[in-house]
C-alpha cells in the first residue's frame, strides 16, 4: 500500500512562487511513476507534471517554463516547484503514483481518481 501526503499550498500574488512537497510511503515497485495532478472548480483534473524511474520528466505545456517536477529519493519526497505563478494556476495540487499497467495512464494524464495512488491534495491560490 502506497500512501502519499502533500504540502505547501498557500495563496500567493500573480508571479509569486511555491514549492510542492509529497512524502511517498509504502512499497512503491521498482517502476514507478510520480505525477502531480491540478484541479479547478468546475474543470477536469490535468496532469501538471510527471517522473518517472527511468528519469523521464514531463509537463503540461502551459507550466513547462516555470514548474519543476522533482525527487529525493534519499527522503522520498516529491516536490513540484512553481514560479511565477497565475490566476489559472489555481487549483487543489495532488500527487499520484502509480506502476504496472497503470504507469501509462499516469504519463499520458489520464489516471482516474479511483485508480492508483493519490494524496489528499494542498490548495493552491493565486490572487491579487
Known amino acids: 500500500q502506497v500512501q502519499l501526503a502533500e504540502s505547501g499550498g498557500g495563496s500567493v500574488q500573480p508571479g509569486g512562487s511555491l514549492t510542492l512537497s509529497c512524502a511517498v510511503s509504502?512499497?512503491?515497485?521498482?517502476?514507478?511513476?510520480l505525477g502531480w495532478f491540478r484541479q479547478a472548480q468546475g474543470f477536469a483534473r490535468e496532469r501538471v507534471a510527471a517522473?518517472?524511474?527511468?528519469?523521464?520528466?514531463r509537463y503540461l505545456n502551459s507550466v513547462k517554463d516555470r514548474f519543476t517536477i522533482s525527487v529525493d529519493n534519499t527522503q522520498n519526497t516529491l516536490y513540484l516547484h512553481m514560479t511565477n505563478l497565475q490566476p489559472a494556476d489555481t487549483g487543489m495540487y495532488y500527487c499520484?503514483?502509480?506502476?504496472?499497467?497503470?504507469?501509462?495512464?499516469?504519463?499520458?494524464?489520464?489516471?482516474?481518481?479511483?485508480?492508483?495512488?493519490w494524496g489528499q491534495g494542498t490548495q493552491v491560490t493565486v490572487s491579487s
Open positions: 517522473l518517472n524511474f527511468n528519469g523521464a520528466i
Open positions: 499520484a503514483e502509480a506502476s504496472g499497467t497503470l504507469a501509462y495512464a499516469l504519463w499520458s494524464g489520464e489516471l482516474k481518481p479511483d485508480s492508483g495512488y
Open positions: 509504502g512499497h512503491t515497485g521498482s517502476r514507478w511513476y
